[in-house]
């Protein structure tokens, strides 16, 4: 190795001698001293009951679960067995199918969780569930000195500028339909942005404000090749949100936005009737179907949930793209804004620019099967998925017509996900259940009919998202499933009037036998969804490649340590750290300095993370081994100010120390 790239042997060797030389002068230690009743869900004058759950009270002996509301067995045809799992034990493990993963071993997949409020990515394996690191976004995150170094304050000032976000729907970046480790998307439901997480260092590396829109809240990639990142703008505003209609509802649109994946710019939008929601695509590049409420487009609850009939949007992309490079659009903001609502004259002919298919009402989300056949399109509202045929939806003269089924599961469906074996599975929200359905039995079942479910398993309580092993490729694995529910009830010790979420791990195996739930997970509020893939597809490095960041920041080596000043109230200040010292013992600037700190890490080993903080000047940085990283701070009052590592990287940590001394300006 060159002293350029760590010389990491020399480090270890010194960082030893220097350990020893420091225990020759300390003393052996040896030789000194020989309720939740009455609890319902109204929704625009629709009142949902719940109903007391007091199975699965019994099943997990909760002598408590009296009081409490969870899900209840619905009626099953004669082929379902309902499942008598559903009570497994807080943290227990099934004998037959164990999620613990012994020590030194490792998980077989990475799982990649929303954080919901709290903006981050949560990296967890499956299927010991154990949290192996978080991922800041939209969130400033003091571990990592994620936004408060120069690079990631202007990520997160070009992404808006906003003090938070509230992520919800991660996507992994595909080839061929399948993750191919390169990026992780994710929307910003609260503030209308998209992130994107690069996974070789699994940090984010750029967010977009997405123009014209508020509330980003579906969001997916194109498959198979992610052609764009996809995002559902959630609410209704005038366009442009200028002051303009701004009392006049009827005037008011969502917008379905194209970003690209590389340049992370929004390349066009179309705007629609109603309001957007969840979004998935097909396998061929072409769809892209939204699930849409409040057709009425009212303003108020009471008149969004007026009518029983909303719609799924269909999105021909091609087709926009062509409408766009014909310059059929309008420019707002920048961006090329294409009129995709139902009485727009791009939406007449035989090849309208979006399909309105009839749903029944509030649908909430859509997965799109492994095979591509299929988009699935929870009901919410209605008891039912309305399956559509992707294969049809191109030649039918009535959306409707491509209908292809419409199963009843149970109440409140919400999401669905797939082993990858013929069986679908829905998250019922209402019930508390999770439903195991047959997919080609409910193409040749009557409408509304709940002869494919397969059998139903009880979950505590509330599930929203739930996800198969690698379930949004072509090739599902099966083998577990995880269900992310609202409530946690009284499944954990309380800790106060927020209480955690609960995942819970459930075996599926490959679709042939019984579901299992395996283990109850607490979750910091509120993870929203997640999305796995084989650690065979995630490729993160170790130690930084300082060629990712040549030409943008310098890799300071041990003799290029020193100050610059590169005008009458700049200087630029280079360091390098190893253990246990920094680059310069001291260094003088002047009173009212703009001061540009760069630090390298020159270690070439993994895990050893040095920091630096200078905390009367809000300076805090994490730098992994042969990283970078620069922040600029104004030195504003005289004095001595020191700079100490924050992370245990040796047993001299704590004397790993700089001073910065600012001299006053005369």
Same mark, same amino acid.
């Given at each position: 190795m060159t002293e350029d790239n760590g010389d990491a042997d020399r480090f270890v060797e010194e960082h030893e001698r220097q350990i020893n030389d420091l225990l020759q002068e &300390? #003393? #052996?230690?040896? @030789?000194?001293?020989? @309720? /939740? #009743?009455?609890? %319902?869900?109204? +929704?625009?004058? +629709? $009142? +949902? *009951?719940?109903? #007391?759950? &007091?199975?699965? *009270?019994a099943a997990t002996g909760l002598a408590s679960a009296a009081g409490a509301f969870a899900g209840c067995q619905t009626a099953l045809p004669e082929s379902a067995t309902p499942s008598d799992s559903g009570g497994s034990g807080s943290? =227990? %493990?099934?004998?037959? !199918? %164990? !999620? &613990? &993963? $012994?020590? *030194?071993?490792? /998980?077989?997949?990475?799982?990649?969780? %929303? *954080? =919901? !409020?709290s903006g981050e990515i949560r990296v967890i394996g499956i299927p010991s569930m154990r949290e192996l690191a978080r991922i800041p976004v939209f969130n400033t995150e003091a571990a990592r000195g994620y936004g408060y170094d120069d690079q990631s304050s202007q990520i997160l000032e070009a992404g808006g500028g906003y003090t938070w976000g509230d992520n919800h729907h991660p996507n992994l970046s595909e080839t061929d339909g399948d993750y191919d480790g390169e990026y992780l998307f994710v929307n910003d439901k609260a503030n209308g942005r998209i992130a994107r997480v690069n996974l070789k260092y699994f940090e984010t590396d750029a967010i977009v404000d997405v123009p014209n829109t508020q509330a980003v809240h579906g969001c997916t990639v194109l498959s198979p090749d992610t052609k764009y990142v996809l995002g559902n703008g959630e609410f209704r505003t005038p366009l442009p949100n200028d002051g303009r209609d701004v009392n006049n509802p009827e005037k008011y649109t969502a917008l379905f936005s194209a970003v690209d994946p590389e340049s992370m710019e929004t390349v066009w939008q179309v705007k629609v009737d109603g309001n957007l929601d969840i979004v998935d695509t097909g396998k061929e590049g072409r769809w892209a179907i939204a699930s849409c409420y409040n057709s009425e487009e009212a303003t108020e609850i009471q008149g969004m949930t007026h009518d029983d009939r909303d719609y799924a949007k269909v999105f021909d992309v091609p087709a926009i793209e062509k409408a766009v490079e014909n310059g059929d659009y309008e420019e707002v903001n920048g961006v090329p804004v294409v009129d995709g609502t139902r009485d727009s004259d791009l939406n007449k002919g035989d090849e309208p620019l979006v399909r309105y298919v009839s749903t029944p009402k509030s649908p909430h989300c859509v997965e799109v099967g492994p095979d591509g056949k299929y988009a699935f399109i929870a009901g919410k509202l209605s008891p039912t998925v309305t399956m559509l045929d992707l294969d049809k939806i191109g030649e039918v003269d009535d959306p409707a017509d491509a209908v292809a089924g419409r199963p009843k599961v149970g109440l409140g469906p919400l999401h669905t996900t797939f082993d990858g074996n013929g069986h679908a599975y829905t998250s019922l929200f209402i019930d508390s259940q999770v439903a195991k359905w047959d997919i080609e039995k409910a193409a040749n079942a009557e409408l509304g009919s709940s002869d494919p479910v397969v059998e139903k398993l009880d979950v505590h309580y509330n599930p929203g998202h739930i996800q198969a092993l690698e379930a949004m490729t072509t090739d599902p694995d099966g083998e577990w499933l995880v269900s992310l529910n609202k409530l946690s009830k009284d499944r954990f010790l309380p800790v106060g009037p927020i209480h955690p979420d609960n995942d819970q791990l459930i075996h599926i195996g490959d679709g042939e036998k019984e579901m299992e739930l395996v283990a109850d997970h607490p979750a910091y509020p509120e993870p929203h969804d997640c999305i796995f893939a084989h650690k065979d597809k995630i490729n993160p490095a170790t130690t930084w490649d300082k060629a990712d960041y040549e030409g943008e920041k310098p890799f300071v080596a041990e003799g290029d340590s020193g100050v610059e000043r590169t005008g009458e109230r700049s200087v630029h200040v280079k360091a390098s750290s190893k253990r246990s010292e920094y680059g310069m013992f001291d260094f003088t600037v002047k009173e009212g300095d703009e001061v540009r700190l760069t630090m390298t890490n020159v270690e070439g080993v993994r895990d050893i993370i040095h920091g630096v903080a200078i905390p009367e000047h809000d300076v805090n940085l994490a730098i992994a081994p042969q990283d970078t990283r620069e922040v600029t701070f104004t030195a504003d009052d005289p004095g001595v100010y020191w700079i100490y590592c924050t992370y245990f990287c040796s047993a001299l940590h704590l004397e790993m120390r700089s001073r910065m001394i600012v001299e006053p300006r005369d």
């Open positions: &300390v #003393d #052996d230690p040896a @030789d000194a001293a020989s @309720d /939740d #009743d009455g609890f %319902s869900m109204q +929704l625009g004058g +629709l $009142e +949902l *009951g719940r109903r #007391d759950f &007091v199975k699965a *009270g943290q =227990g %493990s099934s004998a037959a !199918h %164990s !999620h &613990v &993963v $012994e020590p *030194g071993e490792k /998980d077989e997949y990475y799982g990649f969780w %929303s *954080g =919901g !409020h």
